[in-house]
T-cell receptor
Framework: DVKVTQSSRYLVKRTGEKVFLECVQD?????MFWYRQDPGLGLRLIYF???????EKGDIPEGYSVSREKKERFSLILESASTNQTSMYLC????????????FGPGTRLTVT | GEDVEQSLFLSVREGDSSVINCTYT??????LYWYKQEPGAGLQLLTY?????DMKQDQRLTVLLNKKDKHLSLRIADTQTGDSAIYFC?????????FGPGTRLSVLP
């Protein structure tokens, strides 16, 4: 059974704090993604990674960075959290070969006060 | 950039058919997808269609693709209360996926 887990379901942080969101997949997938989900806007891609230590900017990378030191783990970092980063964050993974399906984690709802 | 559009809300009565519509902009998309998101959960792939197909049926789900108009629809037959969720249309664009804003389907008893 495929699994993508995210470190927290709910998180509350203060403006200016450094925030780490962790995502782990157990499917040996090459590709991993971070999205944010906002009502009426759908999912917007923040960053993605094709392989260990590789990363590419998505549509809205400003204010975020990522780290992929191990294949199974993809971290999203908010260097200095701001209130406009209050959102639902979704991690996904996908194999490079054949299948097209992205597998999603349950999401982390981050509130920045 | 690429854009995927959907209406935001749809209400149907239990037992009726639901039709969720989507338009996309990238004519070179190879795959188009429908994902379902239940409350408090991540997205789950419902079905997908390859761009050279017009229709795909899977039990209660029927996907229709009009490539000329760049229009995709998802029909759910005999809609049940368990079908209440947000449905996202997505296109496979280059290396990435572009998602629509999601349609919130409410099923009324």
């Amino acid at each position: 059974d495929v699994k993508v887990t995210q470190s927290s379901r709910y998180l509350v942080k203060r403006t200016g704090e450094k925030v780490f969101l962790e995502c782990v997949q157990d499917m040996d997938h090459e590709n991993m993604f971070w999205y944010r989900q906002d009502p009426g806007l759908g999912l917007r891609l923040i960053y993605f990674s094709y392989d260990v230590k590789m990363k590419e900017k998505g549509d809205i990378p400003e204010g975020y960075s990522v780290s992929r030191e191990k294949k199974e783990r993809f971290s999203l970092i908010l260097e200095s959290a701001s209130t406009n980063q209050t959102s639902m964050y979704l991690c996904a993974s996908k194999t490079e070969q054949g299948a097209r399906e992205q597998y999603f984690g349950p999401g982390t709802r981050l509130t920045v006060t | 950039g690429e854009d995927v559009e959907q209406s935001l809300f749809l209400s149907v009565r239990e037992g009726d058919s639901s039709v969720i519509n989507c338009t996309y902009t990238d004519s070179s998309s190879t795959y188009l997808y429908w994902y379902k998101q239940e409350p408090g959960a991540g997205l789950q792939l419902l079905t997908y269609i390859f761009s050279n197909m017009d229709m795909k049926q899977d039990q209660r789900l029927t996907v229709l693709l009009n490539k000329k108009d760049k229009h995709l629809s998802l029909r759910i037959a005999d809609t049940q209360t368990g079908d209440s969720a947000i449905y996202f249309c997505a296109e496979h664009y280059g290396q990435n996926f572009v998602f629509g804003p999601g349609t919130r389907l409410s099923v009324l008893p």
